[in-house]
Nanobody, 114 residues
Framework: VLLVESGGGLVQPGGSLRLSCLAS????????MSWIRQAPGKGLEWVSS????????NNQASVKGRFTISRDNAKNTVYLEMSSLKSEDTALYYC????????RGQGTQVTVSS
C-alpha cells in the first residue's frame, strides 16, 4: 500500500486548500478512505471518511460545513477540500485506509497563520 498526500501549505485564516492523496498497491475503488490529522503535540484525529461508492461522513463537528471529502476512483485519488480555515486546523494531514490511521501516507503539512 502506498499513499502519497499533496496540496498542503501555508494559508491565512479564512483561506482554502485542496489536499490530494494518490493511492496504489490495493484496490482503491473497494476501499473506504479517510483523512486524519495530527496537530503539534497532539495525537491523531479523524477528520472525514468516504465510502467506496462516494458517500461521505464528516466526524469532527469543527469541520462540518468547511471541509468536503471526495474521491475519483478512476484516478485512485481522494481529496479534501478545506475552506474557512482556522488556526486550529494547523496540522499534518494524512490520508489513510482506516479511520485510526494505522495505514497512512507520509502526510502533508497545513499551516493556518497570518
Amino acid at each position: 500500500v502506498l499513499l502519497v498526500e499533496s496540496g498542503g501549505g501555508l494559508v491565512q485564516p479564512g483561506g482554502s486548500l485542496r489536499l490530494s492523496c494518490l493511492a496504489s498497491g490495493f484496490t482503491f475503488s473497494s476501499a473506504t478512505m479517510s483523512w486524519i490529522r495530527q496537530a503539534p503535540g497532539k495525537g491523531l484525529e479523524w477528520v472525514s471518511s468516504i465510502a467506496r461508492e462516494g458517500t461521505r461522513n464528516n466526524n469532527q463537528a469543527s469541520v462540518k460545513g468547511r471541509f468536503t471529502i471526495s474521491r475519483d476512483n478512476a484516478k485512485n485519488t481522494v481529496y479534501l477540500e478545506m475552506s474557512s480555515l482556522k488556526s486550529e486546523d494547523t496540522a499534518l494531514y494524512y490520508c489513510a485506509t482506516d479511520p485510526t490511521g494505522t495505514v497512512r501516507g507520509q502526510g502533508t503539512q497545513v499551516t493556518v497563520s497570518s
